[in-house]
C-alpha cells in the first residue's frame, strides 16, 4: 500500500515539474510581451490601460507663433506642460499584422503655455511595436506629424517603453527632433518611491536641425531682419528611470535647448525648458508599474519555482515510499516464508 502511494506521489511529481516547466517556458513568454488589447485610460477605463503621461518646464522660455495671415511671432517665458498620451489601435494591428509579434500604436503629445491656456505644439506618431523588444519595427504606415509639411520618418529604437527584463546596458532611443535613433546609455539603479529603477541618459550635443528655407526666412524676419541665412540648433540631455521587470518609464526629465542662428545677428533662444514628469505621473507609474510586475514575476518566476519546488518534494518522497514499502514488503514476505517453515517442520514432526 505505502509502494503504490508513493508511486502516486512520484506520479503526480512529475506532473507538477512538467507544468512547472510549461509555465517557464510557454505561459511566462506570453505575460511578458505586449498584449493586443491595451486600451487609454478614460473615465470610464481605469483598470489595465496606458495613463497620459504628464512633464512641466517652469520658468521656460520658448517660441510663440500665433494669428494669421501674419502672425505674432515672439519668445515667450512661463510653465510648459507637455502630455503624452498612447491609444493602441488593435484594428489597425489586426489589419496589417494579425496576431503576430508587433502591434501598432497612436502616440499624441500636446504642449500647453499653462498661464495662458494656449496650445504651443503638437504632434502625432503612429508607430508599429516588435511584441517583445517593445522597440519599432517596419511598417509602411508609420507617421510623425509634428509640422505643416510632414516629413518621412524610419522608426528606430525604444520610443515609448523598453523591453521587458530590460538589462543593465545601452539601448537605441528615438528623437522625434532629430528623426532618428541615438545610444541612452546606462547609469545605474536608483530608488524612486520605493521601486528599483534603472537610470538611462541620452546626451544630444548642439545639432543644425536643418530646417527648411521657408521656416528659417520666418525666423530672420522676425528675429534677424539684415541677416540672410541661419541655422537652428537643438540639444538636449534626456534621463529615464525604467523599470527592470516591465521595462516601464517611471520618470523622464529632459532639458531641451533650440537656438537660432543667423548669419548676422544675435543668436535667439526658441527654446529653453528642463522638462520633467510631475509626481502625479511618477506616483501613478510606480502604482501601475508594481502592480504589473507583481503579476509578472508571479507567473514567469513564484509561480514556477512554487509548482518545480512541490514536485521535487513530491518526487523525493514518492521515491522514498516506494523504495520503503518495497522493503517492508520484502521484509514482511521474508518473515512469512520462515514462519511457513517453521510451521512445516512441526507438522512434519
Not at 503621461?53 to 520658468?59: F, G, H, L, M, Y
Not at 521656460?60 to 515672439?74: I, S
Not at 546609455?185 to 524612486?192: A, N, P, S, V
Not at 527648411?212 to 530672420?220: F, K, M, Y
Request: hydrophobic share 40%; glycine share 8%.
Amino acid at each position: 500500500m505505502k509502494a503504490r502511494l508513493g508511486a502516486v506521489l512520484f506520479g503526480i511529481g512529475v506532473f507538477a515539474v512538467v507544468i512547472a516547466a510549461g509555465l517557464a517556458f510557454y505561459v511566462a513568454p506570453t505575460v511578458a510581451r505586449l498584449p493586443y488589447d491595451l486600451k487609454l485610460c478614460t473615465k470610464t477605463v481605469t483598470e489595465d490601460c496606458l495613463r497620459p503621461s504628464v512633464a512641466e518646464a517652469t520658468n521656460a522660455q520658448f517660441l510663440y507663433t500665433k494669428g494669421a495671415p501674419t502672425p505674432e511671432v515672439a519668445i515667450k517665458s512661463g510653465t510648459l506642460r507637455s502630455t503624452t498620451e498612447i491609444s493602441p489601435l488593435a484594428d489597425t494591428t489586426n489589419d496589417v499584422f494579425g496576431e503576430g509579434d508587433s502591434v501598432v500604436w497612436r502616440g499624441l503629445g500636446t504642449t500647453v503655455w499653462v498661464e495662458q491656456s494656449e496650445m504651443i505644439s503638437q504632434y502625432e506618431a503612429l508607430i508599429a511595436l516588435d511584441r517583445d523588444t517593445a522597440s519599432a519595427v517596419e511598417w509602411n504606415g508609420q507617421a510623425l506629424n509634428d509640422t505643416e509639411t510632414p516629413a518621412s520618418v524610419s522608426f528606430q529604437g525604444q520610443l515609448y517603453k523598453f523591453p521587458f527584463g530590460t538589462e543593465q546596458k545601452n539601448y537605441e532611443y528615438f528623437d522625434r527632433d532629430l528623426r532618428k535613433a541615438l545610444p541612452i546609455e546606462y547609469k545605474g539603479t536608483e530608488d524612486i518611491q520605493g521601486l528599483e529603477v534603472y537610470k538611462f541618459e541620452q546626451v544630444i550635443p548642439e545639432t543644425d536641425l536643418g530646417f527648411t528655407s521657408e521656416r528659417v526666412a520666418s525666423l530672420i524676419g522676425a528675429f534677424a531682419p539684415t541677416a540672410t541665412a541661419g541655422t537652428v540648433n537643438y540639444s538636449n540631455t534626456r534621463t529615464i528611470w525604467v523599470e527592470p521587470t516591465t521595462g516601464q518609464f517611471i520618470k523622464v526629465s529632459e532639458q531641451q535647448r533650440k537656438t537660432f542662428v543667423p548669419n548676422v545677428g544675435t543668436p535667439v533662444q526658441l527654446l529653453n525648458g528642463d522638462f520633467v514628469y510631475t509626481e502625479d505621473t511618477v506616483t501613478n507609474n510606480v502604482q501601475s508599474t508594481s502592480d504589473t510586475k507583481s503579476q509578472v514575476l508571479l507567473i514567469s518566476r513564484w509561480l514556477p519555482l512554487g509548482v518545480v519546488v512541490l514536485g521535487a518534494i513530491l518526487l523525493v518522497l514518492g521515491l522514498w515510499m516506494v523504495t520503503t514499502g518495497r522493503r517492508q514488503a520484502a521484509a514482511a514476505k521474508h518473515r512469512h516464508e520462515e514462519i511457513s517453515e517453521d510451521s512445516d517442520g512441526k507438522v512434519s514432526a
